[in-house]
């Protein structure tokens, strides 16, 4: 399952790799090594999907061998948990889209047993949780493997239609999903690490070793690297949800993957909330050694020349490599779309949608989890905050997959389900010099 999951991150890298570079080709600014990006961008999708179909065939027959029940005899009865042939060879994503929360919390919750793709997704997650060294499981539990994430408090009752009650009907139409906040870290390229099992660390040549000019016959001086680490350790983010059983009984449309997606969705804005502004540790905002734009005693608008020193203090430090840009929140980028970059009017320093656009030939995109409740001088708790950088130096490591608790006793009496979810993830910079950030940006 991880080489399959890899294969496809490595797909899904270079296609969006092709994407940038298309949108440079149409912005007219294309030369021989956006030409050469494009050539190694394809082959690189060229081996992903090569590899993605040689791990999907490994796991179809690999299931196919599971499937397989010995005929059983009077004297040497077996039993044998058989899969469905219908989820033979199934990928990842279909499993997930075959899932059925509802049914797993029912089942569950009643003692009766996981059954079918409940039961295998069930076994895949337990089986991810102990490769990570998680091997104790309380009675009643679910355990997802890591390419099904859940998580956030959001209570569902029948007899209360906003928090579940429209769903409780003879037709229903599709469920209008909430406006939630546009994740953006992972699209701006941070290097994701999966079923990691003991924390991890990075060994860091932090100062080079230095030449000296001499005469010949003159002792050289000596001269010694020098080295630390980087380490990822997993941090518990935890959530619970409280399921009715009417809800449970009578939903008529696919509420646990609306469930699903919510709780999905909570977890991953938690986690880049903690990547942003983690007080005190390795957030972006506040580890030490990031880059730093000031504008002024009360802080202030960005000009050209304020953009430009974003990128030229990640040039200075020998940073200015990989999956490189830009990110502002909303309300800085519509700023930046109406500032001009120079007198003569030559364009505007923001140019492009909130989520394709780009600044000095850098991708830019807009993100609601910045902080928005910054101070300096004068202004408190209003000021907003933008980033530049390498966002491939951002490592994000998971432990294991995410445990569901299934609890129908302590609110029993209301006729309640508690979903409790349990998820191990991780975050460091390898280099904190390789962003640039500014903690003091006007909002209007």
């Not at 044998?80 to 199934?90: A, H, K, L, Y």
């Not at 580890?287 to 200075?316: M, P």
Request: net charge negative; charged share 25%.
């Amino acid at each position: 399952m991880k080489n399959l999951l890899e294969a496809k991150q490595a797909r899904t890298d270079a296609t969006q790799r092709i994407t940038e570079l298309r949108a440079k080709a149409t912005a007219g600014t294309w030369g021989e090594a956006e030409q050469s990006a494009l050539d190694a961008a394809k082959r690189d999708l060229d081996a992903a999907d090569a590899a993605v179909k040689r791990f999907e065939d490994f796991e179809a027959l690999e299931t196919r061998a599971i499937a397989w029940t010995p005929t059983a005899t009077a004297s040497n009865p077996v039993t044998v948990n058989v899969i469905s042939s219908e989820n033979r060879g199934d990928k990842p994503e279909n499993v997930a889209k075959q899932f059925r929360l509802l049914d797993a919390v029912k089942e569950s919750a009643y003692g009766r047993g996981l059954t079918g793709v409940n039961a295998e997704i069930d076994q895949e997650g337990k089986k991810e949780a102990r490769a990570a060294g998680i091997d104790k499981f309380g009675t009643g539990s679910i355990t997802l493997p890591s390419f099904m994430v859940h998580g956030e408090k959001r209570d569902m009752l029948a007899g209360t239609t906003t928090a579940g009650g429209y769903t409780v009907q003879t037709e229903v139409g599709q469920l209008i999903d909430f406006l939630y906040p546009r994740l953006t870290v992972k699209e701006m390229g941070a290097t994701y690490l999966t079923g990691l099992t003991g924390n991890i660390d990075f060994p860091r040549n932090d100062a080079a070793a230095a030449v000296a000019r001499t005469t010949e016959g003159a002792t050289s001086t000596e001269t010694s690297p020098t080295f630390d680490r980087v380490q990822l350790t997993p941090v518990r983010y935890a959530a619970y949800t409280d399921v009715s059983k009417q809800v449970a009984i009578q939903s008529t449309i696919g509420m646990e993957n609306f469930v699903r997606n919510a709780l999905n969705s909570a977890l991953f804005r938690a986690l880049e909330t903690e990547i942003f502004t983690n007080s005190g540790s390795n957030g972006l905002f506040d580890i030490s050694g990031t880059n730093d734009i000031t504008l002024g005693t009360n802080g202030g608008d960005l000009t050209w020349a304020d953009v430009v020193k974003f990128e030229t203090e990640v040039s200075a430090d020998n940073a200015d490599m990989g999956r490189m840009g830009y990110l502002f929140t909303p309300q800085v980028a519509g700023k930046l779309k109406a500032a001009k970059r120079d007198v003569a009017g030559n364009g505007f320093i923001w140019e492009g949608p909130n989520m394709e656009a780009q600044v000095n030939g850098y991708r830019a995109k807009a993100s609601n989890l910045l902080p928005k409740t910054l101070s300096k001088g004068g202004f408190t708790s209003v000021l907003h905050g933008g980033l530049f950088g390498n966002w491939e130096e951002l490592i994000i490591g998971q432990w294991g997959g995410v445990d569901l608790l299934i609890n129908p006793y302590t609110k029993g009496k209301e006729a309640l389900i508690e979903v409790i979810l349990n998820a191990w993830f991780g975050f460091a910079v390898r280099h904190a010099a390789s962003f640039t950030k500014c903690d003091e940006l006007y909002p209007s």
